[in-house]
Nanobody
Framework: QVQLVESGGGLVQAGGSLRLSCVAS????????MGWFRQAPGNEREFVAADSWTTGITYYADSVKGRFTISRDNAKNTVYLQMGSLKPEDTAVYYC?????????????????WGQGTQVTVSS
């Protein structure tokens, strides 16, 4: 079992930055792939970014490429999502997720474990 706890959400003005954190327990992050997803009201949950533990390759949704960066600190069992140049359309609940495989990381079906989510609100 892997437990995930996100933090770092909040209210920010358009153009601003936030850093989300996700602390994992129950398994070391060095042997799991980690992803971030988001869900806005009335929308499906969508992929944001992922980091494969098998290849070290990072993946991003086109909508956030160049603005968001996923990173991890395995010594702290923590994964981060650095978000910059935020836009009102980035407003959503952001979820951290963990998966055993190192592939298929843009699909929510790949992930076995999910955090409770943290709200990010970007004002215009």
């Amino acid at each position: 079992q892997v437990q995930l706890v996100e933090s770092g959400g909040g209210l920010v003005q358009a153009g601003g930055s936030l850093r989300l954190s996700c602390v994992a327990s129950g398994r070391t992050t060095s042997t799991i792939s980690m992803g971030w997803f988001r869900q806005a009201p009335g929308n499906e949950r969508e992929f944001v970014a992922a980091d494969s533990w098998t290849t070290g390759i990072t993946y991003y949704a086109d909508s956030v490429k160049g603005r968001f960066t996923i990173s991890r600190d395995n010594a702290k069992n923590t994964v981060y999502l650095q978000m910059g140049s935020l836009k009102p359309e980035d407003t959503a609940v952001y979820y951290c997720a963990a998966a055993g495989p190192g592939y298929g990381l843009s699909s929510s079906d790949t992930y076995a474990y999910w955090g409770q989510g943290t709200q990010v609100t970007v004002s215009s």
